[in-house]
């Protein structure tokens, strides 16, 4: 019986479609030709969204799956594509983001012929991805396909690597082998749930507890578990701390709301908190050295120490956890809820809960405010995010590059509500991450308002992708703290190096011109008092807009970083 056939390349497409992908970003290459023929020809309801480097079309899919809760895709062809799409993979999967990058290859019988373009795309990817493989026959594409998806976002998160060759794209495939499944476009997919026996055992050292504080990475936020996790903190009147990435898991201004902890984006006065706590319940945190100041903060062996995670591998891996719970932050923390309401019948009253939650925040943004008023020139960081912060709908999403901008948002920056609102990429820290990761976040959620704010040497690393913001009409909001310095690297320099700089300064670029070359409208800020209505022109302008602050460097600033404060 003769069975109807697709091509690989149509084949692609159609399991893509399958799975429930409505956006995919990519650049262009010879060994895609068939794929982007596919692309063109079929009915599929797909939007490509063309970039200008393979890198930040990674970081696009990666934004735009933290703010959907789908698989966000990302393309690219052989050689160099593949290459540098890279740090955009590895970034995801160490946030337990899936992604899946589709790498297109020379064809499999050009294998070992001196090929142009030609490497080993699946030894390249193996570490840096939870699932990867290089399609060597056409008819394994539909099964490669369905099992990346599964792996992707079953249990704990993570980005996939497909190699597509030239002739697996034109060779033929059974129809009746694509076919997939739409519920594992979104994550978690397949959930873990816990040990019944282990969630008693949190119960009751929760329960026993004088002084507990939670620290959430972004698990609960990729679970949507936020109301479980406030509920659980409202009924032990415990107190919520979050990482950079776990921002938005309870409301900033929750009573209960610690905010940020650790090197980045914490101060002394969440430091206390933590170190106050005589049991600290990691939840979807891999108490890793930032959270934790380097493994200090909590102090080994001072708290008992809770740990909820998705990953086997996470637990007890930096701590000895008392408890250690496996499974998935929601369904964890719903059942440590129904375990908590029968051993605990009335909030208990802390030393350590609302009251010395509101003091410490009141003493971090004294300070703050102090700085955040400040007329000087060069303009402080503190007044930016101040300013931006009563400009921006409360629904605003920022996507945030390393430097200058991320500890100062992490920190300062107050969103009152849950859920994805505060982007970063904390995985590896790479720069030029947020012009396209905001690009990602638009597609994401176009109600919403989308800001990058970034340094002026991220600027140098991403800037061309404003051809493609233009190009697209995409009403983005960009921000430059401009202060012509590889900033956090000078800071060090200054506090661990006695000042003795080195190789970090570099010219100041007249960033408003050049995004008015490719098309933004655009403005150059310098004093203080036009800050807050430049910003707002830019934000309310409902096109692509830059605004370039000529900013305070890092060296010389006090920025919420503890190793600098020190």
Same mark, same amino acid.
Not at 145 to 152: C, P, Q, S, V
Not at 291 to 305: D, L, M, S, V
């Given at each position: 019986m003769? *069975?109807?056939?697709? *091509?690989g390349?149509e084949a692609?497409v159609?399991m893509?479609q @399958?799975?429930?992908?409505?956006h995919?970003f990519?650049?262009c290459? /010879?060994t895609s030709l068939?794929f982007?023929?596919?692309?063109?020809r079929?009915?599929?309801g797909?939007t490509?969204i063309?970039?200008?480097?393979e890198r930040h079309a990674a970081y696009?899919?990666?934004?735009?799956?933290?703010?959907?809760?789908?698989?966000?895709?990302c393309?690219? !062809?052989?050689g %160099?594509?593949a290459?540098?799409i890279l740090?955009g993979v590895?970034?995801?999967?160490?946030s337990? $983001?899936? $992604?899946l990058?589709?790498?297109?290859d020379?064809?499999?019988?050009?294998?070992?012929k001196?090929?142009?373009t030609e490497l080993?795309?699946e030894?390249?990817?193996? !570490?840096? *991805?939870?699932?990867n493989?290089?399609i060597?026959?056409?008819a394994?594409l !539909?099964?490669t396909?369905?099992?990346?998806?599964? +792996?992707?976002t079953?249990g704990?998160?993570?980005s996939?690597h497909i190699g597509l060759?030239?002739?697996?794209?034109?060779?033929p495939v059974?129809?009746a082998?694509v076919?997939?499944?739409p519920t594992?476009?979104?994550f978690?997919?397949?959930r873990?749930?816990?040990?019944?026996?282990d $969630?008693?055992?949190?119960?009751?050292a929760l329960a026993?507890?004088?002084?507990?504080?939670?620290?959430c990475?972004g698990?609960?936020?990729?679970a949507?578990?936020e109301?479980?996790m406030?509920a659980?903190a409202e009924?032990?009147?415990?107190?919520?701390?979050?990482?950079i990435s776990?921002q938005g898991?309870i409301p900033d201004d929750?009573?209960?709301?610690?905010?940020?902890?650790g090197?980045n984006?914490?101060v002394?006065q969440?430091?206390?908190m933590? @170190?106050?706590a005589?049991?600290v319940?990691?939840?979807?945190c891999?108490a890793?050295?930032? &959270? &934790?100041?380097?493994?200090?903060?909590?102090?080994?062996?001072?708290?008992?120490?809770?740990?909820?995670d998705a990953?086997p591998?996470v637990?007890?891996a930096?701590?000895?956890?008392?408890?250690?719970?496996?499974?998935?932050? =929601?369904?964890?923390l719903?059942a440590? @809820?129904a375990e908590?309401?029968?051993r605990?019948?009335?909030?208990?009253?802390?030393?350590?809960?609302r009251?010395a939650? +509101?003091?410490?925040?009141?003493a =971090?943004?004294a300070a703050?405010?102090?700085l955040a008023?400040?007329a000087d020139?060069?303009i402080k960081p503190?007044r930016?995010?101040?300013?931006?912060?009563?400009?921006l709908? /409360?629904d605003?999403?920022i996507?945030?590059?390393?430097?200058?901008p991320c500890p100062?948002?992490?920190?300062f920056?107050?969103?009152?509500?849950?859920?994805r609102?505060f982007?970063s990429?904390r995985?590896h820290g790479?720069?030029g991450?947020?012009i396209?990761g905001?690009?990602g976040?638009?597609y994401?959620?176009?109600?919403s308002k989308i800001v990058?704010?970034m340094?002026d040497?991220?600027f140098?690393?991403?800037c061309?992708?404003?051809?493609?913001?233009?190009?697209l009409?995409?009403? $983005?909001?960009?921000v430059v703290?401009?202060?012509?310095?590889?900033?956090?690297?000078k800071a060090?320099q200054?506090t661990?190096y006695q000042?003795?700089?080195?190789?970090v300064d570099?010219?100041r670029?007249?960033h408003a011109r050049?995004?008015e070359?490719f098309?933004? =409208?655009a403005?150059?800020?310098?004093? !203080?008092?036009?800050?807050?209505?430049?910003l707002?022109?830019a934000v309310?302008? %409902?096109g692509?807009?830059?605004?370039?602050?000529?900013?305070?460097? @890092?060296?010389e600033?006090?920025?919420?970083?503890?190793?600098w404060?020190?």
């Open positions: 003769a *069975t109807n056939q697709l *091509t390349g692609a159609r893509l @399958l799975h429930g992908v409505k995919v990519g650049l290459g /010879d068939p982007y023929d596919a692309l063109a079929l009915d599929h797909m490509h063309l970039t200008r480097d696009m899919a990666d934004c735009y799956a933290r703010v959907t809760g789908k698989v966000g895709v393309e690219g !062809p052989s %160099g594509g290459t540098y740090p590895v970034e995801a999967n160490e337990s $983001i899936p $992604i990058a589709i790498t297109t020379i064809s499999v019988s050009a294998r070992g001196f090929t142009l080993d795309q030894a390249l990817f193996r !570490p840096l *991805t939870k699932w493989k290089v060597d026959r056409a394994e !539909p099964s396909f369905r099992a990346a998806f599964r +792996a992707m079953a704990r998160a993570g996939a060759p030239f002739d697996v794209q034109r060779d059974d129809e082998d076919r997939g499944d594992l476009g979104s978690p997919s397949r873990i749930g816990p040990d019944p026996r $969630i008693a055992r949190a119960a009751d026993a507890a004088k002084e507990p504080i939670f620290v990475g698990a609960p936020v990729i949507g578990a109301a479980e406030i659980i009924l032990l009147e415990a107190p919520v701390a979050t990482t776990g898991t929750h009573p209960l709301a610690v905010g940020v902890v090197s984006g914490g002394i969440t430091r206390e933590v @170190l106050g005589d049991l319940c990691f939840v979807g891999r890793g050295s930032v &959270t &934790t100041e380097r493994w200090r903060h909590p102090k080994p062996g001072a708290a008992r120490i809770v740990q909820i990953d591998n637990l007890g930096t701590y000895d956890a008392d408890v250690a719970v496996l499974g998935d932050a =929601k369904l964890a719903a440590l @809820l908590l309401k029968a605990v019948k009335a909030p208990p009253k802390r030393q350590r809960g009251a939650v +509101a003091a410490a925040k009141q =971090k943004f703050f405010d102090e008023r400040s020139r060069p503190e930016v995010v101040a300013e931006l912060n009563q400009v709908p /409360d605003a999403v996507v945030a590059d390393p430097g200058t100062y948002f992490s920190a920056y107050r969103c009152n509500r849950t859920g609102h982007i990429n995985a790479a720069l991450y947020s396209a905001a690009m976040a638009y994401g959620r176009p109600s990058s704010v340094g040497g991220s140098g690393f991403a061309g992708e404003f051809e493609t913001v233009v190009r009409g995409l009403p $983005i909001t960009f703290f401009s202060n012509a310095v590889y900033g956090w690297i060090g200054k661990g000042g003795r700089y080195f190789s570099f010219s670029t007249d050049v995004a070359a098309g933004l =409208k403005w150059r800020v310098e004093d !203080p008092a036009q800050l807050k209505p430049t707002k022109k309310e302008a %409902g692509p807009t830059l605004v370039d602050v000529i900013a305070q460097p @890092l060296n600033a006090r920025a919420p970083v503890s190793e404060v020190a």
